[in-house]
């Protein structure tokens, strides 16, 4: 436990220190989720209709950003054979790596969610369901994305093939979580699609690590 | 006892590159590698490590034949430093120590580095930033170092002092594996010299045709 969160601290560190580009998916986000109003037009139910779908792809988009150095940076300056050589094992060093991209690119989403909410007109009673939807949402991108970054360490310029890999797998999350801030947005019960995008968020952590560990190994060789 | 190895080989990209190679290794032994470039030294030593699988022949500890338990007693320091240049001098060798155990302190001293502790890694010079890499030998007390070129970019006062702890190290009973061009002292040493297998020896022919 004591390596777990030496190695999540080490990553948050790496993250929040220069060039770590913790505050860049946010920002990305952001700046996705604000252009959409200026491309599609000030009309607030048209922008309300299509709120739910563009805050969850951009959240998608945003999560991928800061995937591809996930492993990759470890791997070029030696540090992840010393990581295998560790006595933490392979799983719990991709697991601690998922946990440390959620904190420093998940959560920071969940916190800005509401604030592009309102630019694009979503009706108040979708914003509670809004926050818990990505909340429970963003670790399933974390830790897909993970296994994805894990499946690419070895690739030059991985970034593409690591986007084309993990975006199918994404789709579950992408259906689930936009539909429950829509089902919210026109006053019905999100309950059942929160759920569901609960279950894959639990369901893609209790695999993740193992295939990402897996993964790893065959890259080390 | 020791650390013996018969029949090695090892494959890397689909191509052998460490061959019938056999070495024997007491308590208290220092094994040089020496052998022109490519010719398998830090493949022999990452298979050693237990970093790539052997593709034939095998390797025992103190009889121990298992891969893991071998992981437990050795360290390795391969040609990369395996350091964050964001993190600064003392922050990246507590990060090893909160990993593996050890004191980072007296690591640091051990190497030079308390006077550049609080620097930032990567604006620390090669030779202070290979210094950093090896002040990780010093933490944890392992049996077995292995070490891949462990004198690039030293100078010759930190090439004595690694040549010192590796005199040291033999003198406590440890073995260590050193792949080197530079002669490391007086110290008992012998030496496994390493030519690269001659062409034609492709471990996967699929392999070798998409090579």
């Known amino acids: 436990m004591r390596a777990f969160l030496a190695l999540l601290a080490r990553d948050l560190a790496l993250a929040l220190r220069s060039g770590g580009g913790a505050g860049l998916s946010l ?4 700046v996705t989720v604000l252009l959409m109003p200026i491309g599609i037009g000030p009309d607030g139910a048209v922008l309300a209709a299509v709120a739910p779908g563009l805050i969850w792809v951009a959240a998608l988009l945003a999560s991928l950003l800061s995937l591809d150095r996930l492993f990759q940076a470890d791997a070029e300056d ?10 933490l094992p392979l799983e ?3 697991a601690g790596k998922a946990l440390a991209h959620w904190l420093t690119t998940g959560a920071p989403l969940v916190v800005a969610a509401p604030v592009l909410a309102i630019t694009l007109a979503l009706p108040g009673s979708a914003y509670g369901p809004l926050i818990a939807a990505l909340a429970l949402g963003t670790p399933a991108l974390s830790v ?12 030059r310029r991985g970034g593409l093939l690591l986007s084309l890999l993990v975006l199918p797998l994404y789709i579950p ?4 979580g936009a539909r429950a801030v829509s089902l919210a947005a026109d006053g019905l019960a999100p309950g059942p699609a929160l759920l569901l995008l609960g279950a894959v968020s639990l369901f893609a952590a209790a695999l993740g690590p193992f295939a990402a560990a897996a993964a790893l190994r065959v890259n080390l060789r | 006892m020791g650390l013996e190895g018969a029949g090695i080989a090892v494959d890397r990209g689909g191509r052998r590159v460490v061959a019938e190679v056999g070495f024997t290794l007491s308590p208290g032994e220092i094994l040089v ?5 490519g010719a398998g030294k830090s493949s022999l030593l990452r298979a050693v490590a237990g970093l790539t699988p052997l593709a034939a022949g095998r390797i025992t500890l103190d009889g121990a034949a298992e891969v893991e338990a071998r992981i437990e007693r050795l360290v390795y320091a391969g040609h990369l430093d395996a350091i964050k240049p964001q ?6 060798l507590a990060f090893w120590a909160r990993l593996g155990g050890g004191d980072a302190g007296a690591a640091l001293d051990r190497f030079g580095l308390s006077p550049i502790a609080d620097r930032r890694a990567g604006i620390c010079s090669a030779g202070q930033r290979r210094r950093l890499g090896l002040a990780r030998l ?9 070490l891949d070129e462990p004198t690039v970019s030293l100078d010759a006062e930190a090439t004595g002092l690694l040549a010192s702890l590796l005199d040291t190290h033999a003198a406590r009973g440890g073995m260590a594996m050193v792949a080197t061009h530079v002669p490391l002292g007086p110290g008992p040493e012998r030496v496994l010299t390493l030519a690269p297998p001659g062409p034609g020896s492709a471990a996967d022919p699929f392999l070798e045709a998409w090579g």
Do not use: K, Q
Not at chain 1, 173 to 176: A, E, G
Not at chain 2, 87 to 92: R, S
């Open chain 1, 78 to 87: 030696g540090t992840l054979d010393i990581l295998a050589l560790s006595p």
């Open chain 2, 33 to 37: 590698l020496r052998g022109p470039n």
């Open chain 1, 173 to 176: 999350t992408l259906i689930f």
């Open chain 2, 87 to 92: 993190l600064t001098v003392a922050e990246n």
């Open chain 1, 92 to 94: 719990a060093v991709a």
């Open chain 1, 27 to 30: 920002a990305f986000f952001m």
């Open chain 2, 138 to 146: 010093m933490l944890a007390d392992r049996p077995l170092w292995l």
């Open chain 1, 144 to 155: 897909i994305g993970t296994v994805g970054a894990a499946l690419t360490v070895g690739v």
